[in-house]
C-alpha cells in the first residue's frame, strides 16, 4: 500500500517529524517500509507559467511556438502538444532545469527556431503515464512558482507492507492512527452516519437474501454530472498508486484509499427493477466483470443483482459491465457493504480474481464503518460531481456487530513483557489506538473497535501494548536461577531416541505430506470409512488426514523403486489423525512411526547378499523395545490387513494392541509397483511411551568369556518365535546376556503344521568363567522350560 505523507498529515499533524522518523516509526509499528518515493526528489527548476500566445512554426505542420510568461520574463518555447492555447498555465522547464532520468533542459534549435526551455506533460514529470498533452495548472496559480509545490511533488509515498491481520492499516486513516499514536500527536477523523434512514431512496430498495454472508448494507443515491476529477484528487490517487478514470470512480477509489472501506456505484438508470437484491449464485451461472471476462459462478459464490435478480457484481470482488457507470450516467445507486471474509477469500481464489476492493474486504473491513464511508464520499461526490444526494439512507443491518471486550492483566503483561508498567501506563498505550479500558487495577476490562478483528485475546493486546512501547525499548532481563531455560521434555527425549535408534538399524528418514488419497488407503489394504476429509486440499485427490503411516511410507518405497533405486530402508515418524474424540471437536491425533525395508538387504562384501524378510524388521523392533525400556512386549501371530496372511503379527504391549510387522502383502506389492519381498511396521509412539517400562540401571561389564549354546526346537507353526524367546530369556535368568533366533526352518519331514525355530544363547558371569556344569545346567532348564511352556520338542 502506498500511503503520502500529506494525507496522512490530513489526520494528524506529525509537525516537525522527518520523513526517515515517520519511517522509523512505521517500521517499528509492524507498518513495514518497503520503500520511500519521493516524486518531486528529481525535478528541479521547472516552474508555473502562463501562454500568452500560440502561433504556428514557420517551418513545420507539427509543431507550434507558444510564447510563455513565467513571472521573471517572457521566452518563446518550440512545442509539439497539441492541446496548448493562449490563457493556460503549464509547468515550464527552463533551460537548465533537470527532470526524472537526470535528463537536463537545455537552450536547443528546433527546425531553425531556438527554444528556450520546455513545457512539460505529467509523464515528463514523473507524474504518470500520460504524454498526450502538456499539464494543465490551476488557473489561479502564481507565476513562476516552483510546480512542486503546486503539484505536492514536494511529498513523500511510503510504500508499506501490510500483514494479513492488519486491514485497518489498508486505509490512510489507520496509518495516521497508528503514528499519531505512536508520535502524541493530536488525531482527528470527521465521521457521521447517514440520516434519516428510508426503506427505500430514489425509488430504489434492497433485499439482502444472504445476511450471513452480507451482514450489512448501506445505499445512497443521488444525481451526479459526471466528468474528470479536479487536479488535487487526481494527484493524490496517482501518488496512492491508482490510475484516474471519471469523477465517481475516483470518488469510490479515493473513500477506499482513505477509509478502508470499498464502495461501488452503480448507473440507476442502467438497474433493471431499480434496486439490490443480494443472493447467492446458483452453479453454474454467469456473468461478465468489468474486465470484459465472463466468470462462471458456483452456490458458494455471493453476487450484487439488480432488481429482477440479474447478476450486476461478485460481492466485494468486482462489478459487473451492465450498470457501470459511464459518461452518460445522471443518477448513481452508491454501494457500502459489509461482506463475510472467508466467503470473499474462496470466491476470489477459486475464480483466480483479485482486486483492491477483494484485498480488503478478504482480511475483514469494519462493519460499522460502511455507512460513515458511504457519507464521506457523498460529501466528496458533491465537490467533484456536482452531487445532488437523495433524501436518506438504506441501511439494512439486521444484527448490528458489536465491541468484541477481552480482559488484560496487570501482572499477565508485565510477566510476559519483562516490564513494570502500571495500569495507567498500560491504558495510556491501548486508548489513542480506540481501545477503552474499565475496571481493577490487575484486571481491566478491554473494549476493541471494530476496525480490528485481530484482536480477539489477551495475549493479542499484550502484543499491542509491546508495540507501543517498542520492543527495543524493552529492557533486557536476565531469566532467574531457579528457571528452566530450553532442554527436551522426557517425551521429546524418547521421539527422538526411536528415530536414533531406526537410523542406527540403516534406515533414512523421510517426510511425507499429511494428506492422502482414498486410492493410497485401498492399495495398502486399509478401510476408507470414518476417516476425516478436508474440505479445501491442495490437491482434490488428496483430501484425507492419514490415518496410518504406511501408505505415505510406502509411497515413497514406490517413489524409490521408480527411479531405480528398489533396496532402501525408510522411515517416517509423525502425526497420524482419528476421529474425534466424545466431547471433542478436533480430531484426535497420535504419534506414530513406520519403517519399511525393501527388496535386498545388501552384505556385500562380508556375506553374500539375501532378500530381505521379516526379521529384519522384527530386529529393528526389538532394538527399539530395548532403547525404551519395554517392559511387556510380544508379537501375536494374526492375519492383519495389508501384510502376508502367514508372515505378520500385531506388536501388544502392555496386553494392548500398538501396532503390526510383518510382510507386506504381495496385492500391495503389485498395486504399488514394488520390487518385492517388502518388510514394514508401524507402531503407535504415544503408546509406547506410556507402557510400564524398566527402570534405566547399569550392571558391569564381565570380564570373563561368554559361553554360547545354540537350540532348535519343533513346535507348532501358530506360536510367535518371540514367545520361545522370552521363556528362554527368563529360563536363563541373570546369567543369560543374550537371546537370538538365528533360524527358521519349514519342513514335511517335520510334520504338518510345524516349524523349527534355532536360537543362539550366550551366558556369562560377571565374576567368574562359568563351568561346563553350569552351562549344561542352564541348557538343560531353558529346554525344559521351552518343552513344558509351548509343547516344543527339542531337535537334534
Not at 431512496?201 to 476529477?229: N, Q, T, Y
Request: proline share 6%; hydrophobic share 45%; glycine share 8%.
Amino acid at each position: 500500500m502506498r500511503a503520502p505523507l500529506s494525507w496522512i498529515r490530513e489526520f494528524t499533524p506529525l509537525e516537525g517529524i522527518g520523513v526517515e522518523a515517520i519511517a522509523d516509526a512505521l517500521n517499528q509499528l509492524g507498518l513495514e517500509v518497503e520503500g520511500i518515493d519521493e516524486p518531486g526528489r528529481d525535478v528541479n527548476g521547472v516552474v508555473a507559467a502562463r501562454i500568452l500566445d500560440v502561433v504556428p512554426h514557420p517551418d513545420a505542420d507539427r509543431i507550434r511556438l507558444a510564447d510563455v510568461d513565467f513571472g521573471d520574463g517572457h521566452v518563446r518555447v518550440v512545442c509539439g502538444a497539441p492541446n496548448i492555447e493562449a490563457g493556460m498555465v503549464v509547468p515550464f522547464a527552463r533551460v537548465g532545469a533537470v527532470l526524472p532520468g537526470d535528463f537536463k533542459i537545455e537552450r536547443r534549435t528546433i527546425r531553425g527556431v531556438v527554444s528556450e526551455g520546455m513545457l512539460c506533460s505529467a509523464r515528463e514529470l514523473g507524474l504518470g503515464d500520460d504524454h498526450d498533452g502538456i499539464l494543465s495548472l490551476p488557473d489561479n496559480a502564481p507565476l513562476g512558482t516552483d510546480v512542486r509545490e503546486i503539484l505536492g511533488l514536494d511529498d513523500a509515498v511510503f510504500d508499506l507492507s501490510i500483514t494479513p491481520n492488519r486491514p485497518d492499516a489498508m486505509g490512510i486513516v489507520g496509518v495516521a492512527r497508528e503514528l499519531a499514536a505512536h508520535f502524541g500527536s493530536p488525531f482527528s477523523v470527521d465521521e457521521r452516519e447517514p440520516a434519516p434512514l428510508f426503506d427505500e431512496v430514489a425509488g430504489a430498495r434492497v433485499i439482502v437474501e444472504a445476511p450471513d454472508r452480507c451482514p450489512r448494507f448501506v445505499a445512497l443515491a443521488a444525481r451526479v454530472v459526471m466528468g474528470e476529477s479536479p487536479a488535487w484528487l487526481q494527484r493524490r490517487l496517482v501518488l496512492a498508486g491508482m490510475r484516474p478514470i471519471s469523477n465517481v470512480v475516483d470518488v469510490t477509489n479515493y473513500v477506499m484509499l482513505e477509509r478502508c472501506r470499498p464502495l461501488h456505484a452503480y448507473d440507476l438508470a442502467k438497474l433493471p427493477g431499480r434496486g439490490i437484491v443480494v443472493r447467492l449464485a446458483a452453479d453454474g451461472e454467469k456473468m461478465t466483470t468489468l474486465d470484459g471476462v465472463e466468470r462462471t459462478l458456483s452456490s458458494a459464490d455471493l453476487l450484487i443483482c439488480d432488481g429482477e435478480r440479474r447478476p450486476q457484481g461478485i460481492a466485494g470482488i468486482m462489478g459487473g459491465a451492465e450498470a457501470e457507470v459511464s459518461d452518460t450516467t445522471t443518477e448513481i445507486l452508491l454501494e457500502s457493504a459489509y461482506f463475510e471474509p472467508s466467503g470473499i477469500a474462496l470466491t476470489s481464489k477459486r475464480l483466480g480474481l483479485r482486486s483492491e476492493a477483494s484485498a480488503r474486504f478478504e482480511r475483514g473491513v469494519d462493519p460499522n464503518n460502511a455507512g460513515t464511508g458511504a457519507d464521506r464520499a457523498m460529501e466528496l461526490l458533491v465537490e467533484v460531481a456536482g452531487a445532488v444526494p437523495a433524501a436518506g439512507a438504506i441501511d439494512v443491518y439486521p444484527e448490528p456487530i458489536e465491541r468484541k471486550r477481552i480482559t488484560i492483566r496487570t501482572e499477565r503483561v508485565n510477566a510476559l513483557l519483562g516490564t513494570s508498567l502500571s495500569r495507567d501506563e498500560i491504558a495510556a498505550y491501548l486508548t489513542p489506538l480506540d481501545i477503552t479500558l474499565d475496571g481493577p487495577v490487575d484486571e481491566l476490562g478491554a473494549t476493541v473497535p471494530t476496525f480490528r478483528p485481530d484482536l480477539e485475546r489477551e495475549i493479542d493486546l499484550i502484543e499491542e501494548v509491546a508495540r507501543r512501547v517498542g520492543l527495543d525499548s524493552i529492557a533486557r532481563t536476565v531469566p532467574s536461577s531457579a528457571a528452566k531455560i530450553g532442554g527436551l521434555s522426557s517425551r521429546q527425549r524418547d521421539r527422538r531416541a526411536v528415530g536414533d535408534v531406526l537410523v542406527g538399524a540403516g534406515y533414512d528418514e523421510v517426510y511425507t505430506l499429511p494428506l492422502l488419497a482414498p486410492a493410497d488407503l485401498t492399495n495398502v489394504g486399509l478401510e476408507t470409512d470414518g476417516l476425516i476429509e478436508v474440505e479445501n486440499p491442495l490437491r482434490a485427490e488428496e483430501s484425507i488426514l492419514r490415518p496410518a503411516l504406511l501408505p505415505g511410507l510406502l509411497r515413497s518405497v514406490a517413489y524409490n523403486v521408480a527411479h531405480g533405486a528398489p533396496d532402501v530402508a525408510l522411515f517416517e515418524s509423525g502425526t497420524v489423525f482419528g476421529l474425534p474424540r466424545p466431547g471433542e471437536s478436533l480430531p484426535a491425533e497420535r504419534h506414530s512411526v513406520a519403517f519399511a525395508r525393501a527388496h535386498h538387504a545388501r552384505r556385500a562384501p562380508h556375506e553374500p547378499d539375501r532378500d530381505v524378510d521379516v526379521y529384519d524388521a522384527t530386529a529393528a523392533l526389538d532394538a527399539l523395545a530395548q532403547e525404551l525400556r519395554i517392559t511387556d512386549i510380544r508379537l501375536d501371530a494374526v492375519a492383519v490387513p495389508g501384510f502376508h496372511p502367514t508372515r505378520a503379527a500385531r506388536v501388544v504391549v502392555d496386553g494392548r494392541a500398538v501396532g503390526a510387522i510383518g510382510e507386506v502383502a504381495a496385492t500391495v506389492v503389485d498395486a504399488l509397483s514394488l520390487a518385492g519381498p517388502v518388510v514394514a511396521c508401524e507402531i503407535d509412539v504415544d503408546a509406547l511411551l506410556e507402557s510400564a517400562r524398566t527402570d534405566r540401571m547399569s550392571s558391569p561389564v564381565s570380564r570373563f568369556p561368554a559361553s554360547t549354546v545354540d537350540l532348535a526346537f519343533v513346535v507348532d507353526d501358530r506360536i510367535p518365535a518371540a514367545a520361545l524367546q522370552k521363556t528362554l530369556a527368563a529360563a536363563g535368568g541373570e546369567l543369560v546376556e543374550n537371546v537370538a533366533l538365528f533360524d527358521v526352518f519349514r519342513s514335511d519331514a517335520l510334520g504338518p503344521g510345524k516349524v523349527s525355530l534355532a536360537f543362539s544363547l550366550r551366558f556369562r558371569a560377571v565374576d567368574r568363567t562359568l563351568t561346563d556344569d553350569e552351562v549344561s545346567a542352564l541348557r538343560k532348564k531353558c529346554i525344559d522350560a521351552v518343552v513344558a511352556a509351548h509343547g516344543a520338542e527339542l531337535r537334534s
